[in-house]
């Protein structure tokens, strides 16, 4: 039996571009067992799945380390920092280090500048007659400056030994250069004070740690919404046992539990409300502004119901456990919002590919810029400034951020409002879709039918069948878990009829359900069961006559006899119809797909503004449908919230599940609302297309940045009377490519979104 893929999540540190990423990613990629490595830089995350017959966490760790960066395993969501926290550290040590490189360089420059900028300096130290001196007290400028960036000599020059060279490696041997060349004519044979570009190494690595405090500060606001996601999480909860209240970790909860939530008070815990009312805020989940009442209900009804980490506002709920730890909602949105930030967009291969070598590139660009320049008899200074220049404008971060940046606060912003992208592909794949099939029940629909009426085949005692026939067929309903079986069940109730002992329950999907009552075999399903236990061939007249249109027929037979109907309507939620016009105006053909009667489909597609329909379908037939669309060359979109609907989930492009669906479609679906609006769909999609917009703007601006910037520095427009890039210009150029691509991306948590 081959032995399943597992997936571990390590932390990466160390690295400082995407041939960083690059890197790391073909170092575990070459482990044996590893089937797939994920890097993300934004996050300083890896995704490793790999098969653990073969190999294992430390061996995977032992990899990256040799490739000369750091790695640690984390365990799950619980274990692991949050990023903004991460990132806000990493923005305090940068910018420390930042402001002791601005102390020595500000003072370097315009001790180095001075002649030029029009003021002399004193005898004793200046250039023209104490030129030792001079050159004596700008390197012990420079010293603190070379001490504050020691990171990128460090990380570097192991790098290079690595064979992997990076960002570090660039910065390193262009300032290396310049302070080598400036110690050369301070010590060397000949004292030439012309030659000192000590200043020049300094404001290059001052405006580096600032570029890179920046970047961590803008990376700290991009991991905004996962940070926000965690803080939710409890730490205590009220535990009663006994009639006694006591304080615990929630750590000690268990499933079956009984907790207490104090107004002000975060749900600890997923479970069902026992004693009390109250309005829970869920905004943090669902971004749905208004709270919602819970109180003591029937088991699994959205009012008796609680998530643990939204916050309970004013009555004092008891609540029964039901999900703690990983398996709470809150944990899955958790994972599937970091499994969105951590997997890579396929747009991001481009990106990956010119890491790879980009880094390799730009030093032969270097070495060719200052052969070049000596064989065109440039003075050593014009060949240093240029070789430098090239060295410091090239910025693989820029690359390196394009696409996970932008993934990371597109997904963010969903997850805010209530809208769950599975992983980076599907939110790709989003922006693509020009066809949108729906299920009815549940998502076009309330999803609550109620019996409107029934018929029976006996018309002489008409009231007591009307009764016999619902008593017999909520007591087959009871163990169905179908939106209709549980209208007709809950009609039962409602008119408080003590239902008959059944056996032999079977559901049949896609039919209905049988059982044995009182010796009598009872069917009790849609027109297809009954054709196909061969109870009728076609609906009789008598009883098609008497169903008004859109109303959904339940037929009961007993003993392969039919007894009549029971009428059930599902009205249409009030927002389906702008939903569907919000889709049409994106430029998406709607489909309605229900496995409901035709002139109950057509009932709600005519409210909803729906032409296209596919009725009386059984569940195997809509993942087949969907491949229909799918073969006339359609991205196809496919909505639904049932068991029935995971199949054409799993089958279309984009499987979107509405919030209230079963476990096994939202393990299913590739896109998860937590509100039952359709309208958010609509927001789904213009957040997937503005995040690819994003993207490709981010590419655009960074390959660009680099093809433009780096002939320039090598001077390649000087012989044509173009413009020369001083190395320092080229340092400040470099520094805030990154940041500019960070601020496009941060452009995306302002996406306006639809206002119930």
Known sequence: MEQAIQIINLDIQGMTCAGCVNSVEKALGNVDGVDLAEVNFALNRAAVHYNPEIANPSVLESAVEEAGFEAQRLKDTEDAPEPSEQSEQEYLKFRSKMWLALGFSVPLVLLAMGPMLGFSLPNWFAPETEPLRYGLIQLLLTLPVLWAGRDFYTKGISTLLHRTPNMDTLVAMGTAAAVGFSLWNLFGTQLNAEGFYFETAGVIIALILMGKSLEAKSRSRASAAISSLLKLRPKEAVLVHEGKESSISIDLVHPGDVLRVRPGSIVPADGIVVEGSSFVDESMLTGEPLPVEKTVGDHGSSGSEVTGGTLNTNGVLTIRVQRVGGETTLSRIIRLVENAQLAKAPVARLADQVAGVFVPVVLVIAAFTGVGWWLSGASANEILGYTVAVLVIACP????????????????????????????????????????????????????????????????????????????????????EHPLGRAVVAEAEKQNLELPQISEFEAQTGFGVKAVCNGNLIFVGNPALMRRENIFTEVPETLEKLIPSGSTPVFVAVDGKLTGSILLADEARPESAEAVQNFQELGLEVVM??????????????????????????????????????????????????????????????????????????????????????????????????????????????????????????GLLVPFGGPALHPMLAAGAMALSSVSVITNSLRLRGFSFYKA
């Open 593 to 714: 797909l229900t496995g409901d009667q035709k002139t109950s489909a057509e009932a709600v597609a005519e409210k909803t503004g729906i032409t296209k329909i596919h009725a009386g379908v059984l569940p195997e037939e809509k993942s087949k449908i969907v491949k229909q669309y799918q073969a006339r060359g359609g991205h196809v979109g496919m909505i639904g919230d049932g068991i029935n609907d995971a199949p054409a989930l799993a089958q279309s492009d984009v499987g979107i599940a509405m919030g209230s669906g079963t476990d096994v479609v939202l393990e299913t679906a590739d896109m998860v609302l937590m509100k039952n609006d359709l309208r958010h769909v609509a927001d789904a999609l213009r957040l997937s297309r503005a995040t690819l917009r994003n993207i490709r703007q981010n590419l655009f601006w960074a390959f660009g940045y680099n093809v433009v910037g780096i002939p320039i520095a090598a």
């Open 397 to 480: 971060c820029a690359l390196g951020l394009a696409t996970p940046i932008a993934i990371m606060v597109g997904t963010g912003t969903g997850a805010q409002h209530g809208i769950l992208f599975r992983n980076a592909p599907a939110l790709e794949a989003a922006h693509r879709l020009d066809t949108l099939i729906l299920d009815k029940t549940g998502t076009l629909t309330e999803g609550r039918p109620k019996v409107t009426q029934i018929i029976t085949v006996d018309t002489k005692n008409q009231k007591q069948a009307q009764t016999e026939l619902l008593k017999l067929a909520s007591a087959v309903e009871q163990g169905s």
